[in-house]
């Protein structure tokens, strides 16, 4: 409720800012067009409705402000929170005087604050409020662009948009401060005239000096009130930590092995920000990007039950247990935790993700290929032609394997490492790798083909499959990170893929591949091996052209 009321009230204020600006940019056509425009504007911003809508919404945002001030157990925060805060904070400082010179002196004295009357002011009889009306309008702007950027940015449409928005955050004030600047600069030749200068004043019907006293003494009031806020805020911050330490501290411990000292109730995000460990959060610690999330490794018993709130980003991203949010988790005893992304991770991590990433155990087949003999092939080749040469193999390969529905895992030398059945199981996982073998072997026939001219003797290739029990995951460090598999498994149909040459085939294929995939390919020699590190011996077929795997891999 909290996070949908500064949503709303948020964007109620830019909404007033943004209508405003508009109406500063009609000074660029003219003072005439200027003073029509501040007419609707006024016509709908001073209707009832309206007034307590906005009126409301500035309450409501500037005490949520100073909620959210309290709440904080520590300052430590990047650079664009620090931003919008002391941007929030500085907003109503700047724009008091402006607001009791027009709707409060409107309000209270009956002054009528036409454009050309306020352009007055600012430029005639009081200069010096002019460089607080432009910070005002940048600081204000800036605020609401950070606050709207960082809410947007976790939605799917917003990078095709972020151009657009840019470009309109850019020119929108610029052209407003424009067109007050032009208006301005006209109201000042008028007024050269003292006639129009008495009318515009008898006009405004400007007060007399017990009325302006009386709007100086509410100027004051209000003054005195905001600051007082803000110090209450403060002040009472300072004294819920100080009660917070007589509950006693927790430690958070780390993968690297550092341990960080904490009052109880912290949030483990506060903690990571405190101690300067680096700490992924795209939407500042407000618990709707996830992308702070880690796992609890330790302690998890012992942790506050998530609230409503976090549960539901949890589901939404399908997170494994154990996991929580580093911003929503405040520890009350000690906990070892792991965060799960890179703190340089966007908004593209918030979205809804497969669980395995974060690290599952999982029954896939493996596949691996090799180009035989390539190392004598480049001996007496140009580093460009080695290099073209393997990246038309890497494509083709490539191709093969995601047409076969596998997905790369990486390339390693003029190797290729693909998985198979993640989302689908091994036994259609067994098909699609049998498959992507019967398209590497017809690929690399017509590449073959293509180079005949340029190669002493065509590409060959080794694959070997395998399937079984691996952990899948996201590893990985910074850029490198990418999803894998580790485990026996892999390792086999590595030295499945080696075998090729002691046998003299393109394909060894373990047996339970052939089983899982319920092919028929009882024509090709089965061979028993031993593995080194495997107590047992594996039966495993060996296919000297994997292209005939189009005839005889059936399924049933």
């Not at 036409?114 to 352009?119: D, E, G, P």
């Not at 550092?258 to 700490?279: C, E, K, Y």
Request: proline share 5%; with cysteine; charged share 20%.
């Amino acid at each position: 409720m909290i996070r949908r009321l500064r949503l709303i009230s948020g964007i109620t204020l830019f909404f007033f800012l943004t209508t405003h600006m508009i109406n500063h940019a009609l000074g660029l056509v003219s003072l005439p067009a200027v003073e029509a425009g501040r007419e609707v504007f006024l016509a709908f911003w001073r209707s009832l409705p309206a007034t307590l809508w906005l009126y409301g919404a500035l309450l409501v945002h500037a005490g949520l402000a100073f909620w959210a001030l309290y709440q904080r157990r520590r300052l430590a925060m990047p650079a664009w929170e620090w931003a919008q805060l002391l941007f929030g904070l500085a907003i109503p400082l700047l724009a008091v005087q402006h607001v009791f010179g027009t709707r409060v002196a409107h309000e209270l004295l009956g002054t009528v604050d036409s454009y050309a009357y306020v352009l007055y002011v600012y430029w005639i009889l009081d200069p010096a409020l002019l460089p607080r009306h432009v910070a005002l309008v940048l600081v204000a702007w800036g605020h609401g662009c950070i606050g709207l950027h960082f809410w947007l940015r976790l939605k799917s449409w917003y990078a095709r948009w972020l151009p657009l928005t840019y470009g309109l955050a850019i020119v929108l004030p610029l052209v407003g401060l424009l067109g007050f600047m032009v208006a301005g600069l006209e109201v000042r030749r008028l007024a050269e005239d003292p006639q129009w200068l008495q009318a515009l004043l008898a006009a405004a019907g400007t007060s007399d000096q017990a009325g302006r006293e009386r709007l100086d003494r509410v100027f004051r009031l209000f003054l005195a009130v905001y600051l007082s806020l803000l110090v209450l805020a403060l002040v009472a911050r300072q004294l819920r930590n100080a009660w917070d330490r007589r509950k006693g501290t927790v430690r958070v411990t780390y993968p690297s092995g550092r341990r960080v000292a904490a009052f109880a109730g912290t949030s483990i995000l506060d903690v990571s920000r405190a101690a300067g460990i680096p700490h992924a959060s795209v939407c500042g610690g407000r618990g709707r990007c996830s992308t702070c999330r880690v796992r609890v490794s330790a302690g998890v018993e012992d942790l506050p039950p998530p609230g409503e709130a976090e549960r539901r980003v949890l589901a939404r991203i399908g997170a494994a247990p154990r996991v929580r949010l580093a911003c929503q988790t405040r520890p009350t005893a000690d906990v070892e935790v792991a965060p799960l992304l890179a703190p340089t991770a966007d908004a593209t991590a918030a979205a809804r993700r497969p669980g395995y990433l974060q690290g599952e155990e999982r029954e896939i087949a493996i596949l691996f290929a090799d180009i035989r003999g390539f190392t004598s092939l480049s001996e007496n080749r140009l580093p460009y032609d080695v290099v073209f040469l393997l990246n038309q193999y890497f494509r083709a390969m490539g191709e093969a394997v995601e047409a076969a529905g596998g997905r790369l895992d990486k390339f390693i030398g003029d190797g290729v490492m693909a998985l198979f059945g993640i989302e689908k199981g091994p036994a259609e996982g067994s098909r699609r790798a049998l498959d992507a073998a019967r398209r590497m072997s017809e690929r690399l026939a017509e590449m073959n083909a293509v180079l005949r001219g340029d190669l002493p003797e065509p590409l060959r290739i080794g694959i070997g499959i395998h399937s079984g029990p691996v952990i899948v995951g996201e590893m990985g460090y910074g850029a490198a990170v990418s999803l894998t598999a580790v485990g026996d498994t892999v390792n086999t149909a590595s030295r499945l893929e080696a075998l090729t040459k002691e046998f003299g085939v393109q394909l060894v294929v373990s047996e339970p591949v052939i089983q899982a995939a319920g092919a028929a390919l009882s024509g090709f020699p089965r061979e028993k091996i031993e593995l080194r590190g495997r107590r047992s011996t594996l039966t495993v077929i060996a296919v000297n052209d994997a292209r005939r795997l189009g005839a005889d891999a059936k399924p049933p």
